[in-house]
């Protein structure tokens, strides 16, 4: 399980993917790309080929050159390969949409008392942030 989770993933390339930096929710649970990349091979302007990082996760002496490839956005060269680290795959995942008119509602609510949302919650508009706000999140 890659959890990188990009924005219109039928579009998405891997090296894109990279060099925008993008992730999607899964980040607020799993973390960003730059934590799952382990090495990347690039083309440098002038056409010559470069690895950085390798293939397993302690792997890295000195400064990770890699991790400066992650949201150039391709000004300093292409990649034509990453490595990442993968994770194995959650046993349930579920996203659950909540609407309220108080603040006090979701709160009090038995889902946010269970804690069923540990991995992330995402406020679309003001009054969602008010309600996170208010309930101390």
Do not use: M
């Amino acid at each position: 399980f890659l959890p990188i989770d990009p924005p219109f993933p039928d579009k998405a390339t891997v090296g894109g993917i990279v060099a925008a930096g993008v992730s999607g929710p899964c980040r607020c649970l799993y973390g960003a790309v730059r934590e799952h990349l382990l090495g990347i091979k690039v083309v440098q302007p002038d056409g010559k080929v470069t690895r950085f990082g390798g293939k397993v996760v302690k792997n890295v002496a000195g400064y990770d050159v890699t991790k400066v490839y992650v949201g150039s956005l391709g000004t300093l060269g292409v990649i034509v390969e990453a490595t990442f680290k993968v994770r194995p795959l959650p046993e349930t995942s579920a996203t659950l949409p909540l609407w309220a008119d108080e603040p006090f509602v979701i709160e009090n609510s038995d889902v946010y008392k269970r804690q069923v949302a540990e991995g992330g919650i995402e406020a679309n508009d003001g009054a969602a942030r008010g309600i996170l706000s208010v309930a101390g999140l």
